[in-house]
């Protein structure tokens, strides 16, 4: 894994983690609890209710319409330097920043 940069068309770049996967052309990042954090701060500030938040070592995401079901991502087995990572955004529309 490398670290790299991640952005939505209009969002802010978060810093993540990319081993290169890419779901339908988009970049798939992964990201320490601390990035997430970053990048729930920002998407939650946007929503009346939060979008993302954590439930113990769960990432859930709520998808913003009401009869879908809240989403959970548990983290991935490998670490990035010692600390647990999750994908974030699963299916969301990331670019990596080059």
């Not at 940069?5 to 993540?16: N, R, W």
């Not at 009869?67 to 990596?96: A, R």
Request: net charge negative; glycine share 8%; charged share 25%.
């Amino acid at each position: 894994m490398r670290l790299s940069l991640f952005e939505l068309e209009d969002s802010p770049q978060f810093a993540g983690y990319t081993d290169g996967q890419r779901w339908n052309g988009w970049a798939c990042p992964v990201m320490t609890r601390n990035q997430c954090l970053v990048a729930m701060a920002y998407f939650n500030k946007m929503e009346t209710e939060p979008l993302v938040w954590f439930e113990g070592d769960k990432l859930a995401f709520r998808s913003g319409y009401e009869d879908e079901p809240v989403y959970y991502l548990h983290p991935l087995t490998q670490l990035v330097d010692g600390e647990p990572v999750w994908p974030f955004g699963d299916g969301w529309i990331w670019d990596e920043v080059k």
